[in-house]
């Protein structure tokens, strides 16, 4: 099956600092997801992409299919940053079920 | 919208017991996703509906695991004779399928989890 390693496994940062992380792939894929999953354990959907560069305010994301990689950018981090990032991918013409990584824990601090 | 609902949220089972739980999706979703995280890990595909049909299970999901969602709405997934191992975060999911033109998923959403101890 598609093997998903995710980078650096921890990260520790100073609020207003920026950040990447790092999504490798095995396989092709069609279906990618970053979601935060915060310290409550509630998992948010932060990017749908395949392909491509997608923003949102302080987040953006940009996945190259061909060369097997996802990364997600955090800019001018904040407190409320801080949890686990997932991303997770899929690949079948009919629709998946997606495969989670191990995750990134970043810890934000004031 | 409001979001994908679980219940119970916690609980506290002897092992040997059974144990139900309940995912109402997001109403206009009709694929409905079961997943397990457990400490420290991402997680982990356990089955999947479409409507009302089950199309893809995970090996993880051993004979005592059964879930079913008769009407296309709700889901439940039933753990027999609970085992100190299935200690875990039971999570539901749902998205819309097909998804937009052009696109080979959809964003899927999760709700807060059913967190089970097996004691």
């Known amino acids: 099956g598609i093997q998903v390693e995710q980078s650096p496994p921890d990260l520790i940062l100073q609020e207003g600092a920026n950040s990447t992380l790092r999504c490798n792939f095995s396989?092709?894929?069609?279906?990618l997801q970053w979601f935060h999953q915060n310290p409550w354990g509630q998992l948010i959907n932060l990017f749908y992409i395949p392909s491509g560069t997608k923003q949102n305010g302080r987040l953006s994301a940009t996945t190259v299919a061909t060369e097997r990689y996802s990364l997600l950018y955090i800019s001018s981090s904040q407190t409320t940053d801080s949890g686990v990032y997932f991303c997770a991918v899929g690949f079948n013409q009919a629709g998946t079920a997606l495969i989670f990584g191990k995750g990134t824990t970043l810890s934000v601090s004031s | 919208d409001t979001g994908v609902s679980q219940d119970p949220r916690h609980k506290i089972t002897k092992r040997g017991q059974n144990v139900t739980f309940r995912c109402d999706p997001i109403?206009?979703?009709?694929?409905l996703y079961w997943y397990r995280q457990t400490l420290g890990q991402g997680p982990e595909f356990l089955t999947y509906?479409?409507?009302?049909?089950?199309?893809?299970k995970s090996r993880l999901l051993s004979d005592r695991f059964s879930a079913e969602r008769p009407k296309g709405s709700f889901s439940t997934l039933e753990i027999q004779r609970t085992e100190q191992g299935d200690s875990a975060m039971y999570l539901c999911?749902?998205?819309?399928?097909?998804?937009?033109?052009?696109?080979?998923?959809?964003?899927?959403?999760f709700g807060n989890g059913t967190r089970l101890t097996v004691t």
């Open positions: 396989d092709s894929v069609n279906n």
């Open positions: 999911a749902s998205s819309q399928w097909p998804p937009y033109r052009g696109y080979w998923g959809s964003p899927l959403h």
């Open positions: 509906f479409q409507n009302e049909a089950q199309l893809e």
């Open positions: 109403s206009e979703h009709n694929r």
